[in-house]
């Protein structure tokens, strides 16, 4: 049967870990064997020796790791010096965000190695078990609430005390997709009074059955492929004006709206930051496509005219136990799905295995990347 | 009537204030005046046009707003420079803590000023809207299992995801007094599994109502003023094996046990935390007094053994909106209940006036205090 080999992830602040010890376990049923590298999920609160019980094989040198396992299962995108372990034949599964990265991929094209992406499997129901962009996003809108309250000198929940009623308070979510949602579950559990907003009205009824309520402005937008569309120009004033007004009333702000391979929309302008009220809490999950208020900082917390704004990197890897043991399942139930058997088939007719694989036997197979090494070709020319 | 000054608190990272716009208005409807220093609020989240607008005259030197008020209201002790501003026949309301800062109230005394003590008020049924050390008890247990949730890599509450359930995490909390208390019900707010201990079988039902388990050790201690008697050596030693126990599978352990006027219980040993799951979390909520895990460093976070050991100072403070609001509404209930129609009555046949009026006319009247400075002088002998 394969061998699946798990590293330790060597990028900076990264603490997640693509298998667990529920994983391994999972895996040694399948007939599969598993080789762990030491302290690959101690930063994420695995230690070896939960590994070792659930039946993996710990080894110290991650080269030695490369060597004997044909498939790396990985959470970041492979570093230079862990490309060199690569070998024609290795199958690599991890987040290769072939968008960002597309050189990486025709790197990995050219060492002749099979290359897996998480974050490319197709939104479709079947796929759900395996779709680690949401898992991520589940964690990230968890963490931006507690973030948030922990930053806020303002209790969220109403109190009864015997100094008087305290009242909740108001949060104000921005997007409504799986990060928004868990954000404004997480609110709602911690008794604050939630808003949100999302440019798409059919999400109305799912924030309003977590308790919330969702704030209309009279336009529509087509979806495309479950992300909002920009809008045009008009809308944008109007949502803006909407936006704007409820965030003077709000103590906290989580914004969650991407737009995929492209920067983040601007929602709320300085021009707002500047009559929110002081000690109010901004939390930028967008931060990372360059933030959706216009004066976060990336990686950082700053505080201006008075409001703090968080614009957090890399939240899920803050929250490396679940995010693990969430990335570690999509990820053992892709592999599943691509070696129902013990062996890969690779069926590119399938549309989850054509979504997923992006090279194979040296050649580029997924069409967006092939695209947008096109477009960089042509910008360079 | 009397004027009422609200200073800018100076001591380090204290961000509360005695008095809110809300308790401002109060204060004016029952004919007092009211002058707040320059920025008093702001770091707590009360700018200075809110307090203006409820009627208060916002002044810029500390100096003339001791040389106008004839009550001073603060959250801290005054430091040095502020003694110097403090006239015979000023009263001033703050947390004096008369045991810690005995020679504080003599020097008081000396002065010739009124000393009134935010933390010396009875635990009397009529004296709980006064209650301020309940009041910032109630933020600090919420503020603990905020810090702990922000800490752990894990979601505190189950959940149902494509991924698969998630396990909620487990929390453990020691001593259920007020903080211990709302710290059950933040930590149940979020979805987490809690189990509680207490020396005192009593408060049983008020844990269980907030659907926590009541971890029971058949050992009955009496209640002294409502604090939890220190126990003979051998219920220790049981005592002791029961949380040693029960830590080994919490995620979480956050400590509140407290003895008036004493180091806190040692209720977590070294020997507990070196057994203990990598990556779970201890807050110590007794880590001014001494901590209740033997591994605290009081205003530090610290990583033992692979678990995070967080001993924050004035947790409080960090709540300042929240905290500020509780705190000022005590003191303002205190004040009306000294001052019932707009003049001081110090009538010490009360048992709230007497617990809280530490000197007057250059006499120190409180016994405790008393006490305690005799202690020391016979120490220094």
Redesign the interface.
């Known amino acids: 049967g394969l061998v699946i080999g798990v590293p330790r992830e060597r990028a900076p602040r990264e ?1 997640r870990v693509a298998a667990t010890p529920e994983t391994v376990a999972r895996y040694l049923k399948r007939g599969f064997r598993v080789i762990v590298e030491q302290e690959a999920g ?4 695995f ?1 070896d020796e939960e590994y070792r019980q659930a039946g993996a094989e710990i080894v110290a040198e991650p080269g030695d790791l490369y060597r004997r396992a044909s498939v790396i299962i990985k959470v970041q995108r492979p570093l230079p010096e862990e490309i060199e372990f690569l070998q024609p034949g290795h199958v690599i599964i991890a987040f290769l965000q072939p968008l960002i990265a597309p050189e990486l991929v025709a790197v990995l094209a050219e060492r002749g190695v099979v290359a897996v992406s998480m974050d490319t499997i197709p939104r479709i129901t079947r796929a ?2 395996m ?1 680690a962009l ?2 991520m996003s ?2 990230a809108g ?1 963490k931006a609430v ?2 948030a ?2 930053e ?4 969220f ?1 109403l ?1 009864m ?4 009623t ?1 009242r909740p308070a108001k949060v104000l979510v921005l997007g409504a997709g799986v990060a928004g949602l868990q954000a404004i579950a ?1 609110a709602r ?3 604050a009074l939630v808003e949100a907003f999302d440019t798409r009205p059919v999400v109305k009824e799912q924030v309003e059955s977590l308790g919330a309520k969702f704030l209309e402005l009279d336009v529509t937008t087509e979806e495309v492929g479950g992300y909002a569309k920009e809008l045009a120009e008009e809308h944008l004033r109007r949502e803006q004006e909407l936006i704007h007004r409820h965030c003077l009333e709000a103590d906290v702000v989580i914004t969650t709206a991407l737009v995929p391979g492209r920067r983040a929309p601007l929602l709320v302008r300085e021009t707002t930051v500047r009559e929110m ?3 109010s809490v901004i939390v930028d999950l967008a931060a990372e496509m360059g933030g959706n208020c216009e004066l976060t900082v990336p990686g950082e917390t700053v505080v201006r005219y ?1 409001v703090t704004i968080m614009g957090p990197l890399n939240l899920p890897s ?6 693990s ?2 990335y570690a ?2 990820v053992a ?1 892709l592999l599943e799905h691509l070696a129902p058997k013990g062996e890969f088939v690779w069926n590119l007719e399938d549309e989850i295995t054509r979504g997923v694989v992006l090279t194979k036997d040296g050649t580029i197979l997924h069409g967006p990347t092939l695209e947008r090494l096109k477009e960089i070709k042509e910008e360079v020319r």
Do not use: C, H, W
């Open positions: 603490r101690l930063a994420a609160g230690p759900q078990p779709d949401s898992s589940t964690v968890y507690l973030l309250a922990n806020l000198p303002k209790f929940p109190m005390t015997a100094a008087g305290i997480t559990r911690l008794g009220r002081p000690r008075g803050e929250m490396a136990y679940t995010a043991q969430m399942r999509n139930t």
